[in-house]
């Protein structure tokens, strides 16, 4: 299964469902740690997921949560970022969207 | 003669025993970070990782060019045992000259050498490193110069700041909303929703790295600051995309615009204070629109953390000069300003020629005035070396009273968020605290009750002083 990497600032904050997020793909390679803007559902297991694939979850401090999620990716977004200003709370402007 | 570029540097860093050549093979993810860390941390040398994995023979990087006191007496052209005291006075003297910028054709700039445009860059080629495991990316801006310009004045800023690669030709990063960067961008870009060019650069010559990390006031160009340093001009080639003007002989200039409207995540990041510390997904996104580049380039890389490194090193250089000015101007009766690299410009040290609360009362406002990034003051008595913190903390324990001298100033939208023991809440309102420690005598204390120092220089006359000193050969005591 392909590993993919995200950042929150709490894990609480993590839930599941469809979400849009930034995700860090862990493929080895020059490449690795390309963010990738997606809109995908994340579960803490995979049953029921199209094609999932493994999502580490990180806090705000950079601590990795011990057990892995999953995610099906069902868009990846062509915009590479999010409108928003400069020193605004990305995690914020993106739960706006969702909102 | 002052060096152009590391490469000329690493040429007196090996001959004199400061760097080491890493030949085997080793990952820029995570493994060049570690050992950068634990080689900082044994007060090792610096270090130039000739092989790196992924990556073309020639590609390389660097960690610690100027990390240690003696690497940068040797970027000044002093001798490498020179003390910190000699260092500051000479970085001071220096800096009072400045000497503008000498303008290039692309022809004599190596930065030039390799040039990627539009669709054709790709960060992913070079070797950016993931220094330390859980960052929320590569940060390939770390030792770096990132230069921006306030289009009404011309001014150009150098300054230090971070930036990790996002996608291939997006990169995001944190300028504080206190820093210069910002000031400009606030200032001359948001209100007017336009995108504000921005160069990165790696591996200029090393004292344009430590310019970088100087607070020099707004308007005034780092550049003339870097030529009073070096003692002659640096040499800077304009940008291909935009019109800043970077260090012709840099490895790497990544050139793009910050975007107003725009954003994307940064962080976290291990960063100066030597704690990786919940500022993220608060920055800045710059969509890259050229790199240009040496051949067989060089990524210039801190693995920052806790101290002392080239951050703390010259942070501690640059701010004490800049501080000591400050209070001058302010009439504060100083002596010097000591800032020690342990404590990562959170703590400072100043030695005053009248001490008591007015004085420590002016220093403290001074330091809380405007942008915060200090938040412990220790202010001494003039028979207290500042750069001896063996004296200053014997002079904290045993002058400064816990009832009357410590003074505290709050304040709300100028902290410095990434200090590690604010809470989320004062990080997102830039709320903080400052505290000086009154470590002087009393100025109104009669000269009978100040206690004498028994120290040998203090307690005893000078005739014993004398005797003792010109008969310690014959005592046979080997010191």
């Known amino acids: 299964m392909k590993e993919w990497q995200t950042f929150v600032r709490r894990f609480s904050d993590m839930t599941e469902g469809k979400r849009e997020l930034f995700i860090k793909d862990l493929t080895p390679g020059t490449a690795k740690y390309d963010t990738k803007h997606v809109i995908a559902v994340v579960a803490r297991s995979a049953t029921g997921l199209t094609d999932p694939n493994i999502l580490w979850i990180r806090g705000e401090s950079g601590e990795k949560a011990v057990e892995p999620w999953y995610i099906a990716i069902e868009q990846v977004m062509k915009e590479d970022c999010v409108p928003g200003k400069p020193w605004e709370d990305v995690l914020d402007a993106v739960a706006k969207r969702a909102k | 003669m002052a060096f152009n570029s590391h490469r000329d540097f690493f040429q007196v860093l090996e001959r004199e025993g400061e760097l080491a050549r890493v030949k085997k093979e080793v990952d820029w993810d995570g493994e060049v970070g570690a050992i950068g860390r634990k080689t900082y941390e044994s007060q090792g040398p610096a270090i130039l990782f000739e092989k790196i994995k992924d990556y073309p023979e020639g590609y390389m990087i660097s960690n610690g060019t100027t990390g240690t006191w003696s690497r940068v007496a040797l970027s000044l052209g002093m001798p490498r045992r020179a003390t910190v005291r000699q260092i500051y006075k000479e970085y001071e ?128 160009n780092e550049s003339f600051y870097v030529g009073g340093l070096r003692g002659e001009p640096v040499d800077l080639v304009k940008c291909e995309t935009s019109n800043l003007l970077v260090p012709a002989h840099a490895e790497i200039v990544i050139e793009g615009e910050a975007m107003p409207d725009q954003i994307a995540p940064d962080g976290p990041f291990g960063e100066y204070p030597g704690y990786r510390s919940g500022t993220m997904c608060a920055g800045v996104a710059v969509r890259v629109k050229a790199i240009t580049y040496r051949s067989k380039p060089l990524v210039t890389m801190i693995a920052l953390g806790t101290p002392p490194d080239d951050s703390s090193i010259a942070a501690s250089l640059t701010a004490a000069v800049a501080m000591k000015e400050g209070l001058l101007r302010h009439n504060v009766p100083i002596t010097d300003v000591y800032v020690p690299p342990e404590g990562v410009t959170h703590l400072i040290v100043i030695g005053v020629t009248k001490g008591g609360t007015e004085t420590t009362r002016k220093i403290l406002d001074f330091f809380t005035r405007r942008r915060v990034m200090t938040n412990k003051h220790i202010v001494v008595d003039a028979d207290v070396d500042v750069f001896n913190m063996a004296e200053v903390l014997h002079c904290f324990a045993t002058r400064c009273h816990p009832g009357r001298g410590i003074l505290y100033e709050w304040y709300e939208g100028r902290s410095n968020s990434l200090t590690p023991f604010y809470n989320p809440e004062e990080r997102k309102k830039l709320k903080g605290c400052s505290v000086a420690f009154d470590s002087t005598w009393p100025p109104e204390w009669e000269k009978e009750i100040v206690p004498i120092k028994a120290s040998f220089n203090t307690i005893f006359t000078k005739e014993m002083i004398e005797k003792v000193n010109s008969n310690w050969e014959s005592y046979g005591i080997k010191l």
């Open chain 2, 93 to 220: 003297t220096r800096v009072a000259e400045k000497i503008p910028p000498r303008l290039v054709g692309k022809g004599d700039a190596p930065c030039k050498e390799n040039i990627m445009l539009g669709d054709d860059v790709n960060l992913y080629e070079f070797p950016m490193p993931l220094i330390h495991e859980g960052d929320g990316g590569r940060y390939v801006g770390t030792w770096d110069i990132v230069i921006n310009e306030d289009p009404e004045t011309r001014w150009q800023n150098w300054g230090m700041y971070r930036f990790m690669a996002h996608t291939k030709n997006w990169l995001t990063g944190w300028p504080q909303t206190t820093s210069q960067f910002a000031f400009i961008m606030n200032r001359s870009y948001l209100p007017y929703n336009k995108p504000m060019p921005v160069a990165i650069v790696l591996g200029a010559d090393p004292l344009s790295h430590i310019i970088a990390t100087a607070g020099i006031k707004p308007f005034e």
